[in-house]
């Protein structure tokens, strides 16, 4: 597969309203589009999701650039790809980083499957024609304010409410959700802000029939969560501690949770993202797909690996709207009913608005081949 450029391009975006979790409050975006050409008139894209700050993982935009342009970039100028799934292998050395991976395997999976004329998620083995989709509402500054966002949602048609929790702001708040909600699907996400000095008060949400609770314990942790998942019945579903498929094996294998949230850039990019999608297939395990307050690029990629089969629960990639005035892809993601249309056009099937692109950048580096 010929590659003949990359561009690294740092945007700034931001969000419509700030975005809350027990870790801080997030506005405006920065992050990177990855571009790669191929001299025969293809470009592929991706997008990196780290955050400025390292609160939900260590990686963060700057050491995304510094592992990119330093390490990756120069792996990539040094070897022939003629699959994407070569590039994990390649990347190996380099430990860590996974989002840095991502971002540019990403974009050397857009290019492969617009050089053969299908779609991402024909590439990746995804057979659905449309998606379900939830979405992750922030903490708020009042339950009654939380309450008219869950119901604008409902109406919007979103297939699950995923409510960020903290101490403080989390059994209480979830009963007078469920006592409006009755039959919504509702889930929590703790963003790891609890310990198991909590574990009494963690199994109150035993009581509130939710969906699943989400990294209530440590970012790194998977021995606690076991312990946690020994004494509740609502689904323990793990996001932070999962990087790769060896981690989902051994939280499996350790009971430390029943769902599993797959992020590409957390486990390094789709080729293991599909590795972790397989394993959880065979082991009868439910996963979705998580999201980063992504920009259209990042959001393509993650409706593209949705479409595959054992994407069984609503993920969180919800329309642009949601997030961004104007998005950087045309047409913008519509959720209808609570679906998104898979794309039928090839690679990540949706076009780069350019004028909004170039709006948006504050930066670009050029790496030739
Ligand atoms: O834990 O899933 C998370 C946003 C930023 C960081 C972490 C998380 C989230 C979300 C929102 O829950 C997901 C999205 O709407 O993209
Ligand atoms: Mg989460």
Redesign the pocket.
């Known amino acids: 597969m010929p590659m003949k450029q990359i561009k690294l391009r740092k945007l700034q975006m931001r969000l419509k309203d700030p975005f809350t979790t027990s870790f801080g409050t997030m506005q405006d975006k920065e992050f990177y589009i990855t571009e790669i050409i191929d001299g025969e008139g293809n470009c592929g894209f991706g997008e990196s999701v780290a955050f400025t700050s390292p609160w939900y993982s260590e990686e963060t935009v700057k050491t995304n650039l510094h592992i990119m342009e330093d390490f990756l970039i120069k792996i990539l100028q040094e070897n022939k790809i003629s699959h994407p799934d070569e590039v994990s292998e390649l990347f190996k050395p380099i430990k860590g980083h996974n989002m840095a991976k991502s971002a540019l395997e990403g974009a050397i999976w857009d290019l492969y499957a617009k050089r053969k004329n299908i779609t991402l998620a024909k590439a990746l083995g995804g057979e659905k024609k449309e998606i379900e989709v939830g979405i992750s509402i922030g903490i708020h500054p009042s339950v009654k304010d939380l309450l008219q966002t869950i119901e604008y949602y409902v109406q919007e048609g979103y297939k699950r409410m995923k409510i960020k929790i903290k101490p403080g702001w989390d059994v209480d708040v979830l009963r007078e959700v469920r006592a409006h909600f009755p039959d919504t699907p509702i889930m929590a ?1 703790a ?1 790891s802000a609890y310990t198991l000095d909590d574990l009494e008060h963690l199994r109150e949400l035993d009581d509130l029939n939710l969906t699943m609770i ?2 209530p314990l440590g970012h790194d942790d998977i021995v606690d969560h076991a312990k946690l998942q020994a004494v509740m019945n609502t689904p323990i579903c793990l ?1 932070e501690s999962i990087h790769s498929l060896e981690d989902t094996r051994k939280a499996i294998q350790l009971g430390s949770c029943k769902i599993i ?1 797959i992020k590409i850039g957390r486990v390094g990019g789709l080729t293991e993202a599909k590795k972790i999608h397989d394993y959880c297939q065979k082991h009868d395990i439910a996963v979705w797909c ?1 999201g980063m307050l992504e920009a259209g690029v990042g959001r393509a990629h993650n409706i593209a690996l949705t479409a595959l089969n054992q994407f069984i629960l609503p993920g969180d990639t919800a329309g642009s709207s949601r997030y961004w005035e104007k998005d950087i892809i045309k047409p913008e993601v519509i959720v209808r009913d609570g679906l998104i249309t898979v794309p039928s056009k090839p690679g990540i099937g949706y076009d780069i608005d350019e004028a909004a692109l170039e709006e948006f950048t504050v930066d670009e580096k050029i790496f030739n081949f």
Request: net charge negative.
């Open positions: 996400d963003n989400e990294q996001d949230n998580g």
